[in-house]
Structures are given as C-alpha cells and as structure tokens.
C-alpha cells in the first residue's frame, strides 16, 4: 500500500477536482504492474494498472492476484466509466483498499459490498491513514464545497516570519523544496497585498522536473483597495485579485491588462473587526469552491495568517521552523489571537538544520 501511494502522488498536480489514487498489482509476493491516475478526466489508477498487468501476464495470472488500491474503486459514471465493474471483471482474487469513498453519491453504493458479493476478499482501512491524507482537500471540497485550507509559513524560533535582511529566505533550500511540493499538488495560492508589494514573488512552482510535469497554482492577492503594483512578478492570467467592491474602474482596468481576474466583494460588517478584514473570507472560500479550487495554500503574511485563524479557516499548518531568534523587531507569525489553537497529533520532520512541524488545527 505504501508503493501504492508513492505512485498516487506521481498524479499530483494534474488530478484536481478528483482525488489522488494509486494502484499495485501483486502475484506471488511479486509487484507485476502498478498505476495511478494521472490526468482529471483520464482513466482511473486501477484501471491503468489493471490494463498494465493485461499486457504482460495471462488472465490466470490475475485471477491468482491482490490489487491494492489507496481509494475504494467508484461506482458511478464520471467523465470515466465506474471502476468498480471493471475490477471485477478482472478476476482478481482479492482487493485491498485504503481509504473507503468520502463521497457523498457514492453513500450507500459501495463497491465493497459489491466485489464482496461477487466474491472477492476484500480487506479495508490498510495503511488508512497515508491514504486518507493524500486525499483530504478531495474530501473536503466534496462534501462543503470549500477548498481545503493549507496554512504555510517559514520562520524562526521566536516565531518572527521576516529575515533582518529582507532579501534572504528564512528556511533552507530542503524546506523550500518541500514549499514547491506543496504548490504542485494545491489549487490556489494565497498572500495579503503587502507580500506582494515588498516581497515581489513569484509564487509559481519551481521543482527540478519538465514544465510539462509542473503545476503552478492560481495565485490569489487579497488586496481591498487594489495596491498591487501593475509590474508585480506574480500578474498574469493565472492570478486573482481580490477587492471591494466600488474600486476605482481606472485601477481595476490597469490591472486587468496584465491577465489577472478580479473578483470583488462586499464589505464585511466591521463589528469587533481588525481594520484589515473589510473582506468576507468566508465569502471567497466558497466562491474559490465554486471554481472548483480544491485546496488552497495560505501563504502570509502576519494580517493575512491573524485573519485567517481568527475566522477559524486554516486546516492544516505546515510549520518550517529555521535555527534562529530574531528579535522583536521583525514581523510574528501572528498578531492578537481569539482563541488558541493546537496541532492536533503533530508530525515533527527534520530538514537538514530546520524542523517541519505539520498537522490538523484545532481551535480551542
Ligand atoms: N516567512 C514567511 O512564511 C512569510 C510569508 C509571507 C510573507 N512574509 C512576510 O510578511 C510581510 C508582509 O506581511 P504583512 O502582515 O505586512 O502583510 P500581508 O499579510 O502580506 O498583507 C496584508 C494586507 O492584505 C490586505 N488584506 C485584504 N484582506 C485581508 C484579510 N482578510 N486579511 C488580511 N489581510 C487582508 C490588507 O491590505 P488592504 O487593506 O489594502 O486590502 C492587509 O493590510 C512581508 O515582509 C513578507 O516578507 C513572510
């Protein structure tokens, strides 16, 4: 099951807004062909490697044979035809799966049931955990429609998220490797106007690989009163901007010219509100959903992270913790908080000299 995740994640970037899934096919203790999916819209990672094994071994072979697979193999007609069917069509003789179908129209259809019934041994919830995270954004967008909140952020011991030279990153090139893979496999990225006007990113995915096998997400500017410089690096037909309502037509119309989308929102009743949060992020959340952005990742900085976890909107944090301690003049992780929040079940990963701290939020 765990090869059967590594070849899962070969489809990162490319499978949105279906799940990550990945298949191995074993005869005799022997790997005899393995798949995943690698393209929305494209045939699915059993099926793949079921064709796979088809070409090289006999029917015989197959019927003696386990296919593990991370998601339970679907039952209904998509842009592709069910799995379910053509699994047991095959005659494997057993089906190990890892993480059953979140869902919500596959409820009550399940194909567990249904390959039991036709007399395959299948055993469920193997490596159910690894399985599960590869398809978390999935899981959400599926069942709420809202993208899957990934918070970000690199910074020092003493939690300070700007380097005194103000050029240089704060995390090693192992973290920031982790940061592209990060951007490869989520829909959107996210930064507040002041990232973009003294940071000047990119904030595309740059990952040694083809630009064929690269996937940049769509880069979101939350930025009310349209400040963003027209020369930013990161302008063009893959960003959103996002503002009020009643922006200058002047503004938004040098802006458009650089390809970039605009969406606008209403003001945000102000009642106990920091100054900054005239948006509905909420609001954006769902409408991001509607355009089928799975998950997004909340990259900074400090007003954007504050307003973030005080609306409660961060799922999951990765953390990169550099060996350091700044000093009280640089910019925090956060401001004010309202409430605490706790990594739940923190998964702790050393990367050269910096700590990646990752895990679920809990607001408490
Ligand atoms: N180490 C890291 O991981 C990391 C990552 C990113 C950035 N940074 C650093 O952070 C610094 C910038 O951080 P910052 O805190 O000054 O600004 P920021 O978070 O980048 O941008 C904040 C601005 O975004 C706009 N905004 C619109 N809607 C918002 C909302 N709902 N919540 C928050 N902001 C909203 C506001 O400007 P308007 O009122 O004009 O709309 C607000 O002032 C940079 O120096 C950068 O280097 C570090």
Not at 319 to 342: D, E
Request: hydrophobic residues 35%; contains cysteine; positive net charge.
């Amino acid at each position: 099951m765990q090869m059967a995740v590594a070849e899962a994640r070969k489809g990162s970037g490319f499978v949105q807004t279906n799940p990550m899934v990945g298949a191995v096919i074993v005869h005799n203790e022997k790997v005899i062909a393995k798949s995943y999916h690698a393209k929305y819209g494209g045939p699915h990672a059993e099926v793949r490697a079921l064709q796979a094994a088809r070409k090289k071994h006999s029917a015989k072979t197959l019927r003696e044979s386990t296919i593990y697979i991370t998601l339970e193999p679907c039952t209904r007609q998509g842009k592709t035809p069910p799995c379910a069917p053509t699994v047991m069509a095959s005659g494997v003789k057993r089906v190990v799966i890892g993480a059953t179908d979140p869902n919500p129209h596959e409820k009550g259809r399940s194909s567990i049931g249904q390959m039991r019934r036709a007399g395959i041994t299948v055993t469920t919830g193997v490596a159910r955990d690894e399985c599960e995270y590869l398809i978390r954004a999935f899981s959400k967008w599926i069942n709420t429609k809202h993208p899957f909140v990934i918070g970000k952020v690199g910074m020092s011991i003493d939690g300070k998220i700007t380097h005194p030279s103000q050029q240089q990153y704060i995390t090693n090139p192992k973290s920031l490797h982790r940061v592209h893979e990060l951007r490869q496999e989520t829909d959107a990225i996210l930064v507040g106007v002041n990232t973009i006007i003294k940071d000047d990113p990119m904030l595309n995915t740059r990952l040694k690989r083809p630009e064929s096998r690269l996937s940049h997400p769509t880069k979101i500017i939350l930025d009310s009163r349209l400040r963003t410089p027209r020369n930013s690096q990161a302008l063009d037909d893959n960003t959103i901007i996002v503002c009020l309502e009643g922006v200058s037509h002047k503004q938004r119309h040098a802006l458009a010219k650089t390809g970039a989308d605009i969406i606008e929102l209403p003001l945000q009743k102000q009642q106990g509100k920091l100054l900054f949060e005239t948006m509905n992020m909420k609001a954006l959340l769902k409408e991001l959903g509607k355009r089928g952005k799975t998950s997004i990742l909340v990259e900074g900085g400090s007003f954007v992270f504050t307003s973030f976890i005080n609306q409660k909107l961060i799922d999951e944090f990765y953390i990169f913790v550099a060996p350091y301690l700044y000093g009280a003049t640089y910019l925090p992780f956060t401001y004010a908080l309202k409430h605490s929040v706790t990594i739940e079940d923190p998964q702790p990963e050393k990367l050269g000299d910096n700590i990646l701290v990752r895990g679920y939020a809990k607001y408490n």
